[in-house]
């Protein structure tokens, strides 16, 4: 004979079962929507960070064109300037002329300052490799050793970094006297 309560027991364990399993068949469900939710905000932030690197790339670069611009806008004025110097060379004197160059110069070095270009200071220094770069060393200059006795080219900074170095001829702190030229260099 069999228990009543046994029987019971068995027929609700298949309906406990058949209720778990789509109970988790549910959650495995929202599991999957959800991490497909996920999956497409994630593509999406990809995607939002990708354009906005894009646009801060175009946005740079607009604005470097924008300043390169305005800086061969000053230096074609000096050219326009030049030009005109140039064509009253006949007619005008040296002085004039030079004058007109002094002016060019001035304009030059003007655009320059306004982008932060300054000069190195070099004739009179100490010999610096970092800012001077030494062609020659120079035995009768009466100086003493290291020290920049000509500048041949100016050198230039922007800012705090060097754009170029000063050509110098340095002193090597002797004095040697010059020496007569020979009969064979006659």
Do not use: W
Not at 16 to 25: K, P, Q, R
Not at 44 to 56: C, G, P
Not at 96 to 105: E, F, I, R, Y
Request: charged letters at 30%; glycine letters at 4%; aromatic letters at 2%.
């Amino acid at each position: 004979m069999s228990n009543p309560t046994n029987d019971d027991t068995q027929a609700s364990q298949p309906a406990d079962a058949a209720t778990g399993s789509a109970e988790l068949a549910a959650q495995l469900e929202a599991a999957r929507a959800e991490a497909a939710e996920n999956k497409e905000k994630y593509l999406r932030a990809i995607a939002d960070m990708d354009n906005f690197r894009k646009l801060q790339e175009r946005r740079a670069n607009d604005r470097v064109r924008q300043e390169k611009k305005t800086l061969l806008l000053r230096i074609v004025e000096v050219i326009d300037d030049l030009e005109r110097a140039l064509s009253y060379q006949d007619s005008a004197d040296r002085a004039t002329l030079l004058g007109a160059l002094k002016h060019t110069q001035s304009q030059l070095l003007s655009a320059l300052k306004v982008e932060g270009v300054t000069s190195i200071e070099a004739e009179g220094e100490a010999f610096d490799p970092h800012v001077h770069e030494a062609v020659e060393s120079v035995d009768q200059s009466g100086q003493p050793e290291g020290q920049v006795v000509q500048e041949l080219r100016k050198g230039y900074r922007l800012g705090d970094d060097l754009l170029r170095p000063a050509r110098v001829h340095v002193s090597s702190g002797q004095n040697t006297p010059p020496q007569p030229p020979s009969d064979r260099e006659r």
